[in-house]
T-cell receptor
Framework: DAGVIQSPRHEVTEMGQEVTLRCKPI?????LFWYRQTMMRGLELLIY????????DSGMPEDRFSAKMPNASFSTLKIQPSEPRDSAVYFC?????????????FGAGSRLTVL | KQEVTQIPAALSVPEGENLVLNCSFT??????LQWFRQDPGKGLTSLLL?????REQTSGRLNASLDKSSGRSTLYIAASQPGDSATYLC????????FGGGTRLMVKP
């Protein structure tokens, strides 16, 4: 398996623009997580899907952030409009929750810079 | 609310030394604990996962222990090498998955 695949790896945009980050989880994994990592706040959970359904979005900072998982193999995190304080590395992770192994596998991350 | 603390925040050791990284958590009602490694500018790589019923897990030079009752886990690295230099994070799975702030390790040749 190619692991969790995220795109783009790097994005530089201007304040006010829409940003869409993409994630392809590992095939067979039924849970998907979006995290944000900054030097100041470390790793923060933004939203968690199980079987394509959002379970906990309490970490989504505000209405400018939205996430979707239209099917088991694809998820998006959208920021509209983007602000400089959104600059961070955004990680997607997936996990298979039915066997009890519960190993969380991360993608390589998308580094976002909002000017 | 679960709180996960990792001490020290940074550690510098000479090559060959055995070392211990610490992780403590406030709520012992957990399902498992996972240790990750993160290299600069990269994603997180899973090292070891300990289920709540287990006391330890080993992989090569790494050994992770779990004491649920005291809310502690340790990651032991034997015979450290410069290639071990990275940030090590622990994550505790309860109702939520909560990460510690990480320990930044530098192993000097």
């Amino acid at each position: 398996d190619a692991g969790v695949i995220q795109s783009p790896r790097h994005e530089v945009t201007e304040m006010g623009q829409e940003v869409t980050l993409r994630c392809k989880p590992i095939s067979g994994h039924n849970s998907l997580f979006w995290y944000r990592q900054t030097m100041m706040r470390g790793l923060e959970l933004l939203i968690y899907f199980n079987n394509n359904v959002p379970i906990d979005d309490s970490g989504m900072p505000e209405d400018r952030f939205s996430a979707k998982m239209p099917n088991a193999s694809f998820s998006t995190l959208k920021i509209q409009p983007s602000e400089p304080r959104d600059s961070a590395v955004y990680f997607c992770a997936s996990r298979e929750d039915s066997t009890g192994a519960n190993v969380l596998t991360f993608g390589a991350g998308s580094r976002l810079t909002v000017l | 609310k679960q709180e996960v603390t990792q001490i020290p925040a940074a550690l510098s050791v000479p090559e060959g030394e055995n070392l211990v990284l610490n992780c403590s958590f406030t709520d012992s009602a957990i399902y498992n604990l996972q240790w990750f490694r993160q290299d600069p500018g990269k994603g997180l790589t899973s090292l070891l996962l300990i289920q709540s019923s287990q006391r330890e897990q080993t992989s090569g030079r790494l050994n992770a222990s779990l004491d649920k009752s005291s809310g502690r886990s340790t990651l032991y690295i034997a015979a450290s090498q410069p290639g071990d230099s990275a940030t090590y994070l622990c994550a505790v799975q309860g109702n939520m998955l909560t990460f510690g702030g990480g320990t930044r390790l530098m192993v000097k040749p």
